[in-house]
């Protein structure tokens, strides 16, 4: 008996099963005393056969476990492609508009490449999707301190929606580059942003946020968890060499894109 046979015989009884247990009332979404759902479970081992006859059968993607973990975020940080686009094209169907963003966001968490390229190439998600504090997956990639995600990122990101895109507090990632980011990576940021064609790129670069204060006045004042200026000098001098200004120059301003 070859492979396929094996696997064909694996998933019929499979879904012999679980239809018995479903057709004696069994609660899809009952939960273990860690608040997991049998959908948790499959999705985090990967099972895929398993995930689309739970989730045929009506088993709920949202619950979150006594960690607050859903079955997704076990999908995305075990990197089961099939699972997780199992989940997005069943899920997507039911009006949840902002699901593919949030496994963006959730791949950027736990640095996911691949699942953060099988959306954006897929046109699942848009790079610009902002989460409750207005952040993109930029912005969370720039707080983490991870260069390989910022690159990734700026590389799928051929319009350059991250550069327009501000927090609710009117950060851009150029502000969180300077607040939070090591000089190499506000260097990669500003390599991304020197090669993609955006629109007045001194706005952009220059661009206050809601209490008026530009990226160059962010790395010139932010300090760290010590209370230390850390690498200041060199992040304004690379942003004074890409030519930011201290204060934002009086010319039109640059719509938020939301």
């Keep these: 008996m070859d492979c396929r046979e094996e696997d064909a015989k694996r998933v019929a009884k499979s879904r012999a099963l679980l239809t018995l247990f479903f ?20 999705t985090s081992d990967g ?3 398993a995930a689309e006859i739970l989730l045929d059968a009506g088993a709920t993607v949202d619950i979150q476990d006594q960690y607050g973990q859903s079955p997704l975020h076990s999908a995305v940080k075990e990197r089961s492609l099939l699972v997780t686009n199992l989940l997005h094209a069943l899920v997507s169907t039911r009006g949840r508009l902002n699901f593919a963003g949030a496994v963006l966001l959730e791949a950027v968490e736990v640095e996911a490449v691949e699942i953060i390229r099988l959306l954006v190439e897929g046109g699942y998600a848009s790079l610009d999707y902002q989460n409750d504090e207005g952040e993109t997956a930029m912005h969370l990639a720039i707080a983490k301190g ?36 090591a000089a190499h990576e506000l260097e990669v940021l500003l390599n991304f942003w020197r090669q993609r064609d955006v629109d007045d ?7 206050p946020d809601a209490s008026g204060a530009t990226p160059l006045f962010v790395a010139a004042t932010a300090t760290d968890s010590n209370g230390e200026f850390g690498d200041r000098h060199e992040k304004m001098e690379l942003l004074l060499a890409n030519g930011a200004a201290m204060s934002y120059p009086v010319v039109g301003r ?3 894109r939301r």
Excluded: Q, W
């Design 23 to 42: 057709r004696f009332g069994a609660n899809l979404d009952a939960l273990s005393n860690t608040g997991k759902t049998a959908l948790h479970y499959v």
């Design 47 to 49: 099972l895929y056969e």
């Design 146 to 181: 991870s260069i390989p995600m910022v690159e990734a990122l700026g590389a799928l990101d051929t319009a350059g929606l991250s550069l327009y895109t501000v927090t609710n507090c009117g950060d851009s990632c150029f502000h969180f580059a300077a607040r939070f980011a």
């Design 201 to 207: 790129r001194g706005a952009v670069l220059d661009k």
């Design 254 to 256: 640059v719509p938020d």
